[in-house]
């Protein structure tokens, strides 16, 4: 209970309040350390309308508290909770998760998840051809006019020809992408591919894999998810004897005749992943599989255990059964998801990215011009085969970008550039583009980390959360140790406590009763007589509760005679009762026995004992505070609260 009690105190604390920021105030000061008039005020105003005890609104009770909550954290601090390895994880956990939501443009995550789920309402069916990234070649306008007369040829003649002229599988790549839905291409292939109209080839645009040009061919509705079943025959069998047409199509008749599809999947599929599951496949949307004919005979079934004909694809033969098929989900149940892909997509880029722009404004930041000219000899002889070469002049502490007065320094790049060097190792590309990407990522970096060292100066909704969360923290681990385990675990104390105040813990009248309650008068009138004569609950049951009707319910247990459950006026006498009308129903009480009232043992009253022994032990806790603690309140300051507060 007095746990119970403390965590719905520390939500409160945790709530943040946009109270006007007042001028400061020192209220008390306890044991040399000053509390301003704010802080209090912040804390009063959060707890106003949640206390129910109307005596502790009054601002000297309510001051009471709060010192006793300054108290303990003292008393916390002084016994090196705030040290303990468990609290200091656990703060960590808490600030970096905080962090995340101070560190990103909401505008701008809201308009990429509502863009996101915009895309997903429409498949995109392409083809592109693509220019693999050349180190060797720097000048990219002889890669844009080449894609400028591919995509003629692509546009006028179509994709086959333009892939008998360009594909050679090792530099132009020309391929049917088939459909595609958001998050399955990289961002910028899915945004060109999305803003091109069908029928269209988009102009030339660079990924991090080259060059491309997309020819939109189709534009169309979602189909949603599909959840289907198989069987499915291997074109090649290691029984020769085999005809696997044949074969499929004895399969298909037997389906037809009535037998299991999921015993005949698990007895004659060749696709062993899903046979062990009676064929059945994992969910999944347009262009997720690499068989369109596959997916088309899958969506083209309407009805729950609707099945295909036998068809061919390029795997085997197929029986399809469909299991469900589901449309998109709405936005608002689909958007935590989404929210959490466009974090984790290139899309996360543009968010950050939108960050450092708002942030470059209210910062003074200074960028070193010499960076690249410096890195460039380090990186060119050894950094795609996994070295550096650092000169014996290697200046570490020359500064790279310089945010208000934080410096970011060549070691502070040259890390970041060894956090990148494994991606690099097997990529062709240049020490040039190197430099000038992961640079330009560095500059995004240092000023998003150094808005996430200077959060709590900067903003002080984060420090105000911040700081009450830690609070919390250690209050809790506090009352842990000094309270809750000392109640709960000093079996002699709280025998003690309950041999003095056993008076306190007493049962009144109470009665070991079932009760059948129904809505009907008549049902409980039978329900009287049939008791009467000896039929059990389950005969009853049986009795009069048939034709899907529940006529009549059972409680059984022991009822003090306060409890709600009970009529005021019910006659505690053992035997079968009068029917009585309570809370609109009219109830039977077979009373077994009538307990009177009497003193509850430490076993049954332990709940309440507990608490009020840590009640007890708390009391005479905050006393010695008190006594250790040095508390003195400027009787001023409190004075003029209790006037703008009409007390």
């Known amino acids: ?342 974090k984790r997509d290139a899309r996360s880029k543009l968010i950050n990215s939108a960050m450092v722009k708002k942030l470059s404004k209210r910062y003074s930041i200074t960028k070193n011009p010499e960076t690249k000219a410096y890195f460039r000899p380090i990186l060119e002889e050894g950094y795609f085969s996994g070295k550096f070469n650092l000169p014996k002049d290697y200046k570490g502490n020359v500064s790279v970008i310089k945010v208000n007065d934080s410096v970011y320094t060549n070691d502070d790049f040259l890390q970041f550039l060894k956090t990148k060097q494994r991606q690099y190792m097997r990529q062709k590309t240049t020490i040039k583009k190197v430099l000038d990407k992961e640079l330009h990522l560095f500059y995004e970096q240092s000023v998003l980390k150094f808005r996430e060292d200077n959060l709590v100066n900067e903003n002080q909704e984060f420090a105000d959360v911040l700081k009450e969360y830690k609070d919390g923290l250690l209050l809790f681990a506090l009352m842990e140790k000094e309270i809750w385990n000392k109640a709960s675990k000093d079996s002699t104390g709280l025998k003690n406590y309950y041999d003095s105040n056993a008076s306190k813990y007493q049962w009144e009248d109470r009665i070991e009763t079932t009760i059948a309650t129904s809505s009907s008068k008549e049902m409980a009138s039978s329900v009287q007589k049939l008791i009467k004569e000896g039929k059990s609950q389950e005969d009853i049951k049986t009795i009069l509760n048939k034709d899907n009707q529940q006529n009549v319910i059972f409680t059984s247990g022991s009822f003090e005679k306060s409890n709600p459950k009970l009529p005021t006026d019910l006659v505690f006498i053992e035997g079968v009762s009068e029917i009585y009308e309570h809370n609109d129903n009219f109830h039977v009480f077979n009373i077994i026995s009538v307990l009177p009232a009497s003193t509850k043992t430490l076993k049954e009253a332990r709940g309440s004992v507990v608490n009020d022994y840590q009640n007890e032990i708390e009391k005479q806790w905050l006393k010695s505070l008190r006594d250790r603690f040095k508390v003195s309140v400027n009787t001023k300051v409190l004075k003029q609260l209790k006037s703008k507060l009409n007390q």
């Open 1 to 342: 209970m007095m746990r119970t009690k403390l965590l719905a105190f520390l939500l409160v604390l945790i709530t943040v309040n946009f109270a006007s920021a007042q001028k400061q105030k020192n209220l008390l000061t306890i044991e040399g350390e000053s509390v301003s008039s704010e802080e209090f005020l912040k804390l009063y105003n959060k707890n106003l309308d949640l206390v129910k005890d109307e005596s502790q609104k009054q601002l000297d009770n309510y001051l009471e508290l709060f010192i006793d909550y300054k108290l303990k954290l003292k008393e916390a601090q002084r016994l090196g909770l705030d040290k303990d390895a468990n609290y200091k994880r656990e703060f960590e956990n808490y600030k970096k998760q905080l962090t995340k939501n101070y560190l990103s443009d909401n505008k701008v995550t809201d308009e990429l998840v509502l863009e996101a789920y915009d895309r997903m309402k429409y498949d995109i069916r392409a083809s592109h051809i693509l220019i693999l990234d050349n180190p060797e070649v720097e000048d990219t306008l002889i890669t844009y006019n080449k894609l400028l007369e591919y995509r003629k040829v692509l546009k006028d003649e179509g994709y086959e020809v333009a892939k008998g002229k360009y594909h050679n599988g090792k530099t132009v790549l020309v391929e049917d992408l088939g459909y595609f839905s958001a998050f399955k291409m990289v961002y910028d292939f899915e945004s060109m591919a999305y803003n091109t109209k069908p029928g269209e080839v988009s102009m030339p645009f660079r990924t991090d894999f080259g060059y491309h040009i997309v020819r939109v061919d189709e534009k169309r509705p979602s189909r949603g998810t599909a959840t289907v079943a198989h069987i499915m025959l291997a074109l090649k069998q290691k029984d020769s004897t085999v005809n696997v047409e044949e074969r499929i199509n004895d399969i298909y008749k037997k389906l037809q005749q009535g037998e299991a599809f999921d015993a005949l999947a698990k007895q004659f599929s060749d696709d062993k992943s899903s046979a062990r599951n009676g064929g059945k496949l994992r969910p999944f949307k347009s262009g997720q599989l690499s068989s369109t004919v596959f997916e088309d005979a899958a969506f083209n079934l309407e009805n729950k255990g609707d099945m295909t004909q036998p068809l061919k694809t390029k795997y085997g033969w197929h029986i399809i059964k469909l299991i469900k098929k589901e449309p998109i989900n709405s936005f608002e149940d689909i958007k935590p998801t989404l929210e959490a892909q466009v």
